[in-house]
Structure formats: C-alpha cells, structure tokens
C-alpha cells in the first residue's frame, strides 16, 4: 500500500472518530465555573438526537439489540432510581444484590440448569468480555490447583472471540488457536489434537462472533469431560436467543448445561437479552468453580476486601435496569422478539442469496455472514455505507457481517436492505475502482509482515480516541 493510500485512510478514520468539530462544548480542563444543566442538556439532546438516528432506522449490524422507545425510557428510568448503587456494599444496597441473584437464577434456568442434577451458579459481569476473561481466569487457577498445571493452555477454534486472546495476554495463559473446518465451526478432530498435558480447558462458542454458526458443542465437550478438563460455551450472542428459537422449532444444537461436559457458559444481557449496555452473566457448574473466580484479601491495611469479579466498585445501577429488562420481558416477551428477529433474518438471507455473486457463509440463524465472488467484499461493505448502512467486515475468510436485532424488524427496514444492496452489487460491478473503504486494513492484518504496521494504525486510533 502506498504512503497516500495511508495517509487517505488516516484521515477517513480521523473523521470517523471526531466527527462532531467545534459544533459541541469542548473541555480540556475543568470550566473555571460548572456550565449550567440546561446547555449540558442541550449538547446531549442534540448529539444523542444524530447518533440514535442510524441505529434507530435500523442500519446498523448488531450494537443496539432493541429499539422500542418505550423499553429505553423504562430502563432508564430504572437506572435513575438506582444510579447510586454499588453491589461492592452490599450491606448498604442489598436490593442490588437481590436483583444480580435472580439474573443469574433466571440465566441459568433459561440454560439448561433444571435438566442437570448439578447446582449451576454465576456471577453478574460488565459484558461478554468480562465474561470471558473471568472465565479464563477460573480455569487457570483451577488447573494449578486441581492438576498442578503451572503453564496452562486453553484450546479454542480461530473463530472463538478475540477477548480469549485478551485473556490470554492478562493472565499468562497460552491459547492455542485452531482452524474451523470447511463448514466454519470447530473442528473437533483437530482441537482434540491439540491437546496437549497442559491443557485446563476447551472452547465453543454458540454462536461466534464471525459467521454465526454454532459449533459442535456436544462432541467439544464430551473430550473435555472424558479428559476431566473445563468446557466454557461462550453464548454470550446466542445465550438469550438460541433457547427461544429452539422453542419456536429452528434446529438449534445443544450447547448449554444440558450437556454434561460444559463447565461454564456466558451469556450477555446487554445483546439479545435487552437490557442497557453494562452486564452479562457467567455461569459455573458448581459453586467450587465459580470459587476460582473470586478475589478476598483479608490482611489489607484498608480493611478486609472482597469482589466476585474484576471491578471494584461497579454500576448496580445497570443491573438493576437489567433485571427490570429480564422481568419486564418475560418469556412471552423473549419468544416474540426472537420470532420477528429470525423471520427477519430469514429475509435478508435469502435477499442476500438473490444476488448470484454473494454466498451466505453456512446457514445462520440471525447472524449473518457473506462473501462475494468477482470484486472484493470490502467494495460492497463501503457501497452499502455510502447508503447508510453500517455492516462489519470480516477477515477469514474476507466477508461482511449482518447481526440482526429488533431494529431490523421494523417494517421496511429489511425490503430498505434488500434494495439497497441489490443496487450496492450493481454499482460495484459497474465500477471496478470502487473504493473498499477501511478494507486495505483489514488487508494489512491478514498479512503476517504487516500485522504490526496494522497494529500500529489500530494503537493511533486508540490515541486519536482521547485527543480532545
Ligand atoms: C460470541 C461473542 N463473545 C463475546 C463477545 C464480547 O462481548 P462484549 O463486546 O460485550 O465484551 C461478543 C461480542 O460481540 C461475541 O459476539
């Protein structure tokens, strides 16, 4: 790539990230004397009044999961009434306490704790991330003190979320990344080989992140139970719709605590479970597990400290406004959601499939992955940017992705996205030249000598983020 390409993409990122100029208040140090409520008021009212229109229309793939006005102002209202809480005193707010409990409680019921003999325990956490790394956490402190594994490894196919990396980086473990097969989930035969005496735990996700597509769970974790290892199903996508869409009759496999070789599975609320962006649950078979994840010091000059999870004080605000979201819903509520979400999904599958130079990775149910054949993918995701719509690009293969929420179902929202990319198509077989957007990134990551060249423009972003 030449250095005007480069400095091209720079700039479309700066613009990206900073959008907004000088239209809006900008602090680098503390106003002499507090702005008064009303103009702090004003600027939110405004900024949120542009920046909830594309995912409102329903636009944009994934992010917000519901969009009815009325939910929103209920969980806001819900979070006002309980924006001082901190579940770290939970002498002093016991209600926070009370309502993580029951998220848990009902998590675990909707996956799979009644068909087990085994207790099946949890925590609440700040999203999938969270999850995922606490989880890692656990199985490696397991692994030193059941098997004496002082170098642990986890085993988890290329398509299991990037925070087991982060996971492995925080916590010193090593992950042993495995292809999928040729239908894009795990590949058994090959995870098994990978196996090596200091493996602690195996990895499926249900469904990942990319294409959507559940692994299979059911064979993953029979070897790891045959070995004694741990198996963590990351639902953290699926955890909230998979159990709904079974009961509606799509074939789902099996990938919760049915299974008696999966020891742990996440499962966000803050995705398909409608609640405000902040929580997630993590769930253990058994409470001796879930000890693995705990954190008490008791010789500590201020006094005697204990967290279930990686923050200290955190938002009991949020998951107050998450157990509002689980209750206020219900299952009736849940059922109906994932039914409109997977006729949706149906829609633009076959809507994608229309267009004979588009393939649907596999046959996913609400979370769609697709390539092209004859110009590069990163050609339409730009064209169909360029209409407003916000899809995510993926690399291995090079596809774009489609999460469909409630947005999504709204009338006209999917005919729009039909349409739309029917002349998105058109257009970039018209244009040869058609720019592929961010997509030369995308390029430079999936090259091994440029992965730091890619890393770098990645750390800038980061900078670019708190340039004020
Ligand atoms: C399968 C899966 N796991 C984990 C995560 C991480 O979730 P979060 O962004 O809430 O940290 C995601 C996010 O999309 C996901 O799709």
């Given amino acids: 790539?030449?250095?005007?390409?480069?400095?091209?993409?720079?700039?479309?990122?700066?613009?990206?990230?900073?959008?907004?100029?000088?239209?809006?208040?900008?602090?680098?140090?503390?106003?002499?004397?507090?702005?008064?409520?009303?103009?702090?008021?004003?600027?939110?009212?405004?900024?949120?009044?542009?920046?909830?229109?594309?995912?409102?229309?329903?636009?944009?793939?994934?992010?917000?999961?519901?969009?009815?006005?009325?939910?929103?102002?209920?969980?806001?209202?819900?979070?006002?009434?309980?924006?001082?809480?901190?579940?770290?005193?939970?002498?002093?707010?016991?209600?926070?306490?009370k309502f993580e409990a029951e998220i848990v409680a009902m998590t675990a019921g909707l996956l799979g704790a009644d068909r087990t003999q085994d207790e099946i325990v949890g925590t609440v956490t700040s999203g999938g991330t969270e999850s995922l790394l606490l989880a890692m956490k656990t199985y490696r402190d397991w692994g030193r003190d059941t098997k004496g594994i002082t170098a642990p490894e986890i085993v988890a196919p290329t398509t299991a979320h990037v925070a087991f990396d982060k996971a492995a980086d925080l916590f010193g473990l090593r992950l042993v990344r495995v292809p999928v097969g040729p239908d894009f989930r795990a590949d058994v035969a090959a995870m098994?080989?990978?196996?090596?005496?200091?493996?602690?735990?195996?990895?499926?996700?249900?469904?990942?992140?990319?294409?959507?597509?559940?692994?299979?769970?059911?064979?993953?974790?029979?070897?790891?139970?045959?070995?004694?290892?741990?198996?963590?199903?990351?639902?953290?996508?699926?955890?909230?719709?998979?159990?709904?869409?079974?009961?509606?009759?799509?074939?789902?496999?099996?990938f919760d605590f049915r299974l008696p070789g999966v020891t742990s599975v996440s499962a966000d609320t803050h995705?398909?479970?409608?609640?405000?962006?902040?929580?997630?649950?993590?769930?253990?078979?058994g409470a001796d597990l879930r000890r693995y994840q705990y954190f008490a010091a008791t010789d500590w000059p201020g006094g005697i400290y204990?967290?279930?999870?990686?923050?200290?004080?955190?938002?009991?605000?949020?998951?107050?406004?998450?157990?509002?979201?689980?209750?206020?819903?219900?299952?009736?509520?849940?059922?109906?959601?994932?039914?409109?979400?997977?006729?949706?999904?149906?829609?633009?599958?076959?809507?994608?499939?229309?267009?004979?130079?588009?393939?649907?990775?596999?046959?996913?149910?609400?979370?769609?992955?697709?390539?092209?054949h004859g110009f590069s993918i990163y050609q339409l995701v730009q064209a169909m940017a360029e209409r407003g719509w916000r899809l995510d690009g993926l690399l291995g293969p090079p596809a774009a992705h489609f999460c469909v929420t409630l947005a999504h179902t709204q009338p006209g929202?999917?005919?729009?996205?039909?349409q739309d990319l029917r002349a998105a198509v058109e257009y970039v077989r018209q244009h040869p030249d058609a720019s592929e957007g961010l997509g030369p990134l995308y390029g430079l990551g999936a090259s091994v000598e440029m992965r730091e060249v890619a890393q770098g423009m990645l750390f800038w972003c980061l900078d670019m983020l708190y340039q004020v």
């Fill in 1 to 97: 790539m030449d250095t005007d390409a480069v400095a091209g993409m720079f700039e479309q990122v700066a613009r990206l990230l900073k959008p907004y100029g000088d239209d809006f208040p900008r602090y680098a140090r503390l106003p002499e004397t507090g702005a008064s409520r009303e103009a702090i008021l004003g600027a939110m009212e405004r900024l949120k009044a542009i920046e909830q229109e594309r995912w409102k229309q329903g636009l944009v793939s994934g992010t917000v999961y519901y969009r009815d006005q009325e939910h929103i102002d209920f969980l806001n209202r819900v979070y006002a009434l309980n924006s001082s809480s901190n579940p770290l005193h939970p002498d002093i707010w016991p209600s926070t306490t």
């Fill in 413 to 418: 929202v999917a005919e729009r996205f039909s």
């Fill in 192 to 254: 098994t080989a990978a196996m090596t005496p200091n493996t602690v735990a195996l990895v499926g996700s249900a469904p990942p992140y990319p294409h959507g597509l559940v692994d299979p769970i059911e064979e993953l974790s029979e070897v790891a139970r045959e070995r004694g290892l741990g198996f963590h199903t990351d639902a953290c996508m699926g955890g909230f719709i998979l159990p709904f869409a079974e009961k509606l009759g799509y074939s789902v496999p099996a």
């Fill in 306 to 372: 204990f967290s279930p999870t990686l923050a200290g004080s955190r938002p009991g605000g949020l998951s107050a406004a998450c157990w509002a979201a689980l209750v206020s819903i219900g299952e009736a509520g849940y059922l109906a959601a994932a039914k409109r979400i997977l006729e949706t999904a149906a829609y633009i599958k076959t809507a994608i499939r229309a267009n004979p130079e588009l393939e649907v990775i596999g046959d996913p149910l609400f979370l769609i992955a697709f390539r092209a």
């Fill in 271 to 285: 995705k398909y479970g409608y609640a405000a962006k902040g929580t997630s649950v993590l769930l253990y078979r």
